[in-house]
């Protein structure tokens, strides 16, 4: 059977979900047992999100490949479960670099460069190749229809559609219903608008995705939640009436609590299997049961709590940590508790001049997480944070940066090397002070000009360690984005003094983990590669998954110094 496509569009507004609902309807088809590919098509300019400020566009998701991709990327890996690569996600920017690289190349041999034949064709080409390998692709054009950036997906998705025909690729259009409060009315105008600006483009919409946008001021009654759906379904069939797409094929897509619901909203109205029946696939059944526990789970508020601090740089910017945010809940998850992110701004942590002032931030922590970072904004505050949590033995997990941090630290207090920094915060210092360097020709050589190890490296685990035991095997595989690593020459001092190597990189030795041993520190575990990136909610991720347990150990003494044997207090 040939590969059938979805489209996804927005109207009206972005960020109203629809790399979510993508996501959703692939980890639905994937359920199902159809073998699926995700792709963003980004209109921005940007060449790649790696430059893209975490405040403006959230976290910088990393593939495998060492493709640096924006969150959304990250949504559908972590929803549908497939793994994404720079295959998955092109901008504007990225196709047009490639056709100009083209043309100056000779490949168009003379012809005047123009976005349909030249940009068009390359994005069908893209798609087409992604298809090559599985049953279904699953592709989302972001922003809206009718964004100046964005012209050419549109062009090239019809002339697909001519190409394949629209038994095999099918629009999927998901715009906003609008609840205004003043006349208490639903009002689609605006989505109406947008499907017109998607005809404009030579596109009708299949499916529609009604976003349903209304804020309740209360709880709603049995009685009064049946007359809203009411309301909401006579809206649906005069949305159908009036853009021409069949009443069965427009469907409600109420805001929920956690976006890991969405699936299950979609897989209750049927929306697959309007899929699967316009594709004629296969009618298999979708087993949801442990996923409907799992989401149960993480949007459960009946569970035992821990809190844990992350002392970071962006505290006010949330989406700059999405990926840590989400392991951190899928760890709690499997250890069935709550867990409380308390975000801490590691540069307010600099003001105390001795550790005892920072003990009202730590009062009602039960573990930190140093996370990742660039530049010395905060880093003093983060080194006070992990001088603290080492001595008062609270559970600590270092990612990257809060590794390198880790050892400075370590150095500075235990080692004697009071001038301890890194080559990042202190490149005109002396250079015997560097605890962590710039190795040359330690970057990704695929990235021209660029310094930073990028993507997947091996890692081999000491046996016994901390890590070895989190993980349960020798060998493992993590994805970086770094440029300065742990230095070997001052290794021996820090490993007498009990910070020792638990994974380094079997080819370059390169120091990969760091621990102290259990019987120092429950938990004291720095990684120089980013775990967050691999978790997920039904493969939560072992370093977090261990942090947490040992949160939990760490609330349980706390409370009583009398550990029990079973349960969290
Ligand atoms: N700034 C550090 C480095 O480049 C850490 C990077 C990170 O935390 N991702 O090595």
Redesign the pocket.
Known sequence: MSTKYIITTGGVVSGIGKGISAASIGLLLKMRGERVQVAKFDPYYNRSASLLSPYQHGEVFLCDDGSETDLDLGHYERITGVEVSSKNIYTSGALIHEMLENEANGKYMGQTVQVSPHLTDSIIDKLINLGKDCDVVIAEIGGTVGDAESWHYYRAVRQLRQKLGADNLIICHVAPILWINTVEEYKTKPLQNSVEELQRSGLQPDIILCRVMRQYDHELTEEEREEDQGVISSILTKVSNITGVPREAVFDAPDVKSIYQVPICFFDRHVDDFIADRFKLKRNGVRIHRYRDLVEKYTSSELPEVNIGVVGKYAKSREAYLSLKEAIYHAGVANNVKVNIVWMEAEKLEQYQSLRGLNKHFDDLHAIIV?????NRGVEGKIRAIQYVREKKIPFLG????L?CAVIEFARNECDIADAN?E?FAPNQNNDSWV?HYIPGQENIKQKGGT?RLGSYECSLVKGSISHTAYKKKSISERH?????VNSFHLDKIEKKGLKISGFNPGTNLVEIMELDRNVHPFFVGCQF?PEFKSRLDMPHPLFEELVASAIQFKKTEVSPEPEANGVK
């Open positions: 996370p990742g970072g660039f530049d990612i990257c940066l809060g390198q890194s990042e962590v930073l984005r770094h440029r300065y690593e980013h």
